[in-house]
């Protein structure tokens, strides 16, 4: 395993539309999600696309998220993911990106979604995440259709650094 530079939005490769993963056993593939993983870690992420290590397959790796919100330290991958919203409940959420490092900004985004895909060998995996986890999955399987968060705002006014929008909340400005 080994911890990959993560590319920064101007990169091409955050723009462009990931191709599916043929063979889920590819030991290529492996390497490359074992890779993922530890990068992941590594920035203290909750989830990284293929993209973001300039790789150009749809497959992500998120950690799931836990009782009261916080993260697992279980990393899940999954291969060809694809997300179905299962009601029209949207939420606004304070989002960040690895590729994207500092900013943040709210994204409307589905409340619950359905998922499909592949996992490492290769068997289908179909299960429903709600809030946060919902939120990770979104924002990981855009990177897999070259779409990063800031195309998904709605109001530009609320992306700033992190330090400065947490000051600006805790004086009770934001």
Known sequence: ???RPIIR???????????PVADPTDPA????LADMAETMQAANGVGLAAPQ????????????????GEASDQIIALLNPE???LDDTRELG?????????????????????????DRAGNRVEREALGFEARILQHEVDHL??????????????LGYGPELDAARDGGTL
């Open 53 to 68: 290590v300039a790789s150009g397959l749809r497959a992500i790796v998120w950690r799931p998220i836990a009782v009261r």
């Open 145 to 158: 259709d070259g779409v990063v968060y800031l195309d998904r705002m709605t109001d530009m006014a609320s």
């Open 1 to 3: 395993m080994a911890i």
């Open 9 to 19: 939005l101007g990169d091409p490769m955050l723009r462009a539309v990931a191709a």
């Open 94 to 118: 304070v989002e960040g990106c690895l590729s994207i490092p500092e900013l943040r900004g709210l994204v409307p985004r589905f409340a619950r979604v359905g998922l499909t895909g592949l």
């Open 83 to 85: 997300l179905v919203p």
């Open 29 to 32: 593939l492996a390497h490359l």
